[in-house]
């Protein structure tokens, strides 16, 4: 009996790709964008998604901070800037948490590729520059499943403010790290503050396994570059005809 239930299990196992529904649960795929405000993370998460679609693979986005469980306290906390480091760390854990639990792990599990438009990474980095405690961080989020491919997009801070303020010229207090007392000028905070997140998703790189991107390169150019290395997340037969794709582009 035993040995029938092992084989039937090592059948369904060797018949599990990612990126295809299976009642037994296969492992989907999980793949993350980083880097600052600006740097073109959702620019290229888009594409991604596209190219993944076409390929007619099984895709999910979840994106930073849009769980509507604790969207409005947040908002009410962001608003009268009544947050501190702590409870703006852990508002953005429960989010993170009401997202995995609720999306991110059960369509994994269904074999989904799961796109992040930033994970926990934003977190050690932001949370860090608020002053908490790395290593308090880091447990925190260690229900979370690492990814498959983490991309950072690393670009000047200069060209990062340059983008963002084109589209929208205010700026909000927490994005700008008014929190922080940096600068009395919210434009001079905003920068000062980036600068800071660079340098921790700097030091988090080699450790984590960052894929890094030149964020300044044109938009096509850093699509094709992703795209090359998703290619070593597709099933087999995904991969062969997506690869012919990219070497005709
Ligand atoms: N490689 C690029 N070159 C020039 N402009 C770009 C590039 N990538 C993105 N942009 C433009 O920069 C702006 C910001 O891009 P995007 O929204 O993708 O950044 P983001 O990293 O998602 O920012 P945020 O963290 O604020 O959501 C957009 O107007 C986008 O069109
Ligand atoms: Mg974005």
């Not at 994970?119 to 860090?128: E, G, L, N, S, V």
Request: include cysteine; charged fraction near 25%; hydrophobic fraction near 40%.
């Amino acid at each position: 009996m035993n040995n029938k239930a092992t084989t039937k299990q090592k059948v369904t196992e060797r018949a599990q790709v990612p990126g295809t529904a299976s009642k037994e649960g296969p492992r989907g795929r999980l793949i993350v964008v980083e880097g600052i405000d600006g740097s073109g993370k959702s620019t290229q998460l888009h594409l991604l998604d596209k190219w993944l679609r076409h390929l007619g693979l099984m895709v999910f986005n979840t994106e930073w901070n849009s769980s509507e469980v604790v969207k409005e306290i947040t908002s009410k906390g962001k608003k009268k800037a009544l947050l501190t480091p702590t409870t703006f760390s852990l508002l953005h854990a429960t989010d993170f948490a009401d997202r995995f639990e609720r999306n991110v792990h059960p369509l994994m599990r269904a074999g989904y590729f799961v796109l992040a438009d930033r994970y926990i990474y934003t977190a050690y980095a932001r949370d860090a520059v608020r002053g908490c405690n790395p290593k308090w961080v880091r447990k925190i989020y260690a229900f979370a499943t690492k990814p498959d491919l983490a991309f950072y997009f690393h670009v000047p801070v200069d060209i990062a403010v340059k983008r963002i303020l084109t589209g929208r010229p205010k700026l909000k207090y927490y994005e700008a790290g008014m929190d922080l007392n940096l600068s009395n000028d919210e434009y001079e905070s905003y920068r000062i503050f980036q600068s800071r997140i660079i340098e921790e998703y700097k030091g988090m790189a080699p450790k984590e396994g960052f894929r890094v991107m030149d964020g300044t390169l044109d938009i096509e150019l850093q699509q094709k570059i992703m795209r090359r290395q998703v290619l070593e997340l597709l099933p087999p037969a995904v991969a062969t005809i997506a690869s012919r794709e990219l070497s005709a582009e």
